[in-house]
């Protein structure tokens, strides 16, 4: 109960640094590659 909040504190830290260009991503996925185009 108590690590719940302190995790979601640390995963938006990690989503505002992303976002500022502080530090990458530890991996890159486009939409392409989860959703495959069909014909």
Do not use: A
Request: charged share 25%; proline share 8%.
């Amino acid at each position: 109960m108590w690590l719940m909040p302190i995790g979601y504190l640390m995963d938006l830290w990690e989503c505002h640094k992303q976002f500022t260009g502080i530090s990458k991503p530890k991996q890159e996925r486009y939409i392409d590659e989860i959703i495959p185009e069909f014909l």
